[in-house]
């Protein structure tokens, strides 16, 4: 059994406590805010390859940027939890050494996650069906993010290749299934909430100034719960994982219950 309670009020004092925290999920969120305006204009710039070229440099930078954020904020708590003195710099610069391999595990992820809807969602069929092929794309997808989540803790934790971290942390969430895809649905929706309001506030009132930069400041503060529900996902991994040695290797990491 997952201690939510614990889990929660403990990524909470970890996300106050370490402002330079934030900087990692301001630059997420900005990067998460490029990408989806890009995709969203993508129409106006494909007439002119120029600007399609353009955009896609401007897309794969971004991505770049996001992914190593995002593996800054993992390997800084790594050093937080492990009480090393750490900082922006220093953690954005280790995290150097597990960006290709949780790339590899989010493009993998992606890429699975695509091939789920197209299964669900591409043939014809009754609004039922739609609706059970719904949950069950909701349901896997929630499962997939607690894997994928789970394969980056265990790349930066344990220096695994990406199919190790793969492997284990599919392992991990078939042992915790429940536990770990209720966690992601709360973790997902504590996401969700501030770039919602960002968003109704921004279309709602397009075209006001005040509005927008409310908007603005709405989708700004979401990197608080970013850098929040990294900590939650990295503080479940340690309840739920310990160090064990591999025949002749390296530590690896096995599920063991709380």
């Not at 794969?60 to 090393?84: H, M, N, P, Q, Y």
């Not at 394969?151 to 392992?171: E, K, M, P």
């Amino acid at each position: 059994m997952i201690p939510y309670k614990k889990i929660l009020k403990q990524a909470w004092l970890l996300t106050k406590s370490h402002k330079f925290l934030w900087a990692y999920g301001l630059l997420l969120v900005l990067s998460a805010a490029v990408v989806l305006f890009l995709k969203s204009s993508a129409n106006l710039f494909v007439q002119k390859p120029a600007s399609a070229l353009l955009i896609l440099a401007v897309l794969v930078a971004v991505l770049f940027l996001g992914f190593r954020s995002k593996v800054g904020l993992v390997t800084a708590f790594s050093e937080l939890l492990a009480k090393r003195e750490t900082n922006l710099r220093k953690s954005f610069r280790t995290g150097r050494k597990y960006y290709e391999r949780i790339a590899i595990e989010f493009l993998l992820f992606a890429v699975f996650l695509t091939l789920i809807s197209w299964l669900l969602f591409e043939p014809a069929s009754a609004a039922a069906s739609r609706m059970f092929s719904t949950l069950v794309y909701a349901i896997v997808g929630l499962s997939l993010i607690a894997v994928v989540e789970l394969a980056a803790l265990f790349t930066v934790f344990n220096d695994l290749r990406a199919r190790q971290s793969l492997s284990a942390a599919w392992d991990l969430v078939s042992k915790y299934w429940f536990s770990l895809t209720f966690l992601s649905l709360v973790l997902l929706i504590i996401n969700s909430i501030l770039p919602t309001i960002a968003s109704i506030v921004f279309f709602r009132f397009y075209g006001n100034i005040g509005m927008a930069l409310a908007a603005a400041f709405f989708l700004l503060c979401s990197a608080l719960p970013l850098v929040f529900t990294q900590a939650c996902w990295i503080l479940t991994f340690q309840e739920l994982v310990k160090p064990v040695k591999l025949e002749g290797e390296q530590e690896a990491a096995l599920p063991e219950a709380a």
